[in-house]
């Protein structure tokens, strides 16, 4: 799955500070999404894109916002961390008419 | 929302026996079901998926089956190996236009040799 990639890889930052999670995809397809995963809750849906600039959210998207640009680029920040978003995030993405969704490789972030 | 509950959060089989892991879904409008597997460290990879229109598919020796009049859908493992030790994920999505997959809590899958 070379098609998407996230960056950092891993990330310690503190409290307060604000955070950006990169995620790009050569795919070419139209939806993104951000997932957490948290031990007992599986993976919960932050902010999801159906386009450039057609964002919307989640189920946990208090504390988080997202930038769509362009069509490759999913970008999610925390705008001023805690020690609650402590998680490893997922970026996705999903072509019109496909099904299962192609995962990027992951995220580690600790806020400390 | 949609609501997924997963069944059990963590399985031990003896490698050779079957594991069944199973999950129920609250939107009756959800129309694509499919199972991802996490290996430690590693992302999510969809190992196989069904459609309400369909009651069983199988793929080697895993396979799902759904009774879409309970709302519910399992993944069974045959002859399980070492190799299936990982985190299993359900999922569930609406069709065309709500391209969101609610997921499970997971299931920890731990094969003793």
């Known amino acids: 799955d070379a098609g998407i990639t996230q960056s950092p890889r891993h990330k310690v930052t503190e409290t307060g500070t604000p955070v950006t999670l990169r995620c790009h995809q050569t795919?070419?397809?139209?939806?993104m999404y951000w997932y957490r995963q948290d031990p007992g809750h599986g993976l919960r849906l932050i902010h999801y894109?159906?386009?450039?600039?057609?964002?919307d959210k989640g189920e946990v998207s208090d504390g988080y916002s997202v930038s769509r640009s362009k069509t490759e680029d999913f970008l999610l920040t925390l705008e001023s961390a805690t020690s609650s978003q402590t998680s490893v995030y997922f970026c996705?993405?999903?072509?019109?008419?496909?099904?299962?969704?192609?995962f990027g490789s992951g995220t580690r972030l600790t806020v400390v | 929302g949609e609501n997924v509950e997963q069944h059990p959060s963590t399985l031990s089989v003896q490698e050779g026996d079957s594991a069944v892991i199973k999950c129920t879904y609250s939107?009756?409008?959800?129309?694509?079901f499919p199972w991802y597997k996490q290996e430690l460290g590693k992302r999510p990879q969809l190992i196989i998926d069904?459609?309400?229109?369909?009651g069983e598919k199988k793929d080697q020796r895993i396979a799902v089956t759904l009774n879409k009049t309970a709302k519910h859908f399992s993944l069974h493992i045959t002859e399980t190996q070492p190799e299936d030790s990982a985190v299993y994920f359900c999922a569930v999505k609406r069709d065309f236009g709500n391209e969101k997959l609610t997921f499970g809590t997971g299931t920890r899958l731990t094969i003793i040799p």
């Open positions: 996705a993405s999903l072509r019109v008419g496909g099904d299962g969704y192609t």
């Open positions: 795919e070419n397809h139209r939806y």
């Open positions: 069904i459609r309400s229109n369909v």
């Open positions: 894109s159906y386009g450039v600039k057609d964002t």
């Open positions: 939107d009756s409008a959800s129309n694509y």
